[in-house]
């Protein structure tokens, strides 16, 4: 019951499919939101899988676009929309709000005040227009025979990476923060299990040419998060979901240098 209650409560902080949420505890007069706060950390392992959730519907698509009357650019384009849907645009939101943050703070209080703002400045939206963009033409110069792959395992390492993240970082901010829900608990049970499942994945679909790809990922993290801790002594929940959406456009570049060029 506790691997369904943390997959289920995994599924739903980070897609919008609808699934049941699980009984948290057996105390039914227990606050909803409460337990959600004590397995929050837990639900980490399974960010990998729903990482390959949201790969398997893109796969799916793309294919049942492919035998429609409709050009490979429209189709990947509506890929690419359906990909931005899945998520409810939570990381996409993280991506704009931690630009407009270490772009306009000039310390960290304002840092973590403007990326609380609800409001997208004018950095944030040029910077997730690029950010869009760049995605979109990686995957309309994609090569069809590795088109599905590469839908399948991107959003399962940029998933990944958040776990990475929250486990070698910690919170910049000290109370209402997401992100501190996971950085305070996540420990190496965590680490290994979306670990070994991202290396599943990986081995099957491209043997030991995806260490390359992990290393890549990590790179990148460790190096947000160098950023991070001297600007604000640490990470927030907008952090995290920017982490996901910068590794997944680096793995699609990665992919286009090393099998286009």
């Not at 919008?16 to 949420?21: D, K, L, V």
């Not at 081995?203 to 040419?209: A, M, V």
Request: aromatic share 12%; glycine share 8%; charged share 15%.
């Amino acid at each position: 019951m506790k691997i369904l209650r943390d997959l289920s409560l995994a599924i739903r902080f980070l897609t919008i499919f609808p699934i049941a949420s699980f009984p948290l505890s057996n105390n039914s007069n227990q606050d909803e939101e409460e337990g959600l706060v004590e397995n929050f950390a837990n639900s980490m392992a399974f960010f990998p899988l729903v990482g390959m959730l949201i790969g398997v519907s893109l796969v799916v698509l793309r294919r049942i676009f492919y035998y429609l009357p409709v050009s490979p650019l429209v189709g990947d384009t509506l890929v690419l929309i359906v990909w931005i849907w899945l998520s409810g645009g939570l990381h996409l939101d993280g991506f704009a709000d931690s630009i407009d943050g270490f772009s306009g703070g000039h310390n960290k209080e304002e840092i973590l005040n403007i990326m609380k703002d609800s409001a997208t400045g004018a950095k944030g939206v040029v910077a997730l227009v690029s950010l869009l963009l760049l995605k979109f033409v990686l995957l309309v110069e994609m090569p069809l025979f590795l088109k599905d792959a590469v839908l399948f395992f991107t959003p399962t390492v940029g998933r990944w990476s958040m776990v990475i993240a929250a486990f070698l970082s910690k919170p910049a901010r000290t109370k209402d923060s997401m992100g501190k829900l996971f950085m305070d608990y996540v420990s190496w049970r965590e680490v290994i299990f979306a670990s070994l499942t991202l290396a599943v994945v990986g081995i099957l679909l491209f043997r030991l040419y995806f260490i390359p790809l992990v290393i890549i990922g990590i790179g990148i993290v460790l190096l947000i998060l160098k950023y991070c801790h001297k600007r604000i002594n640490g990470i927030s929940g907008d952090v995290l979901g920017a982490i996901n959406e910068i590794v997944e456009v680096f793995i699609l570049l990665t992919f286009y240098i090393l099998y286009i060029r």
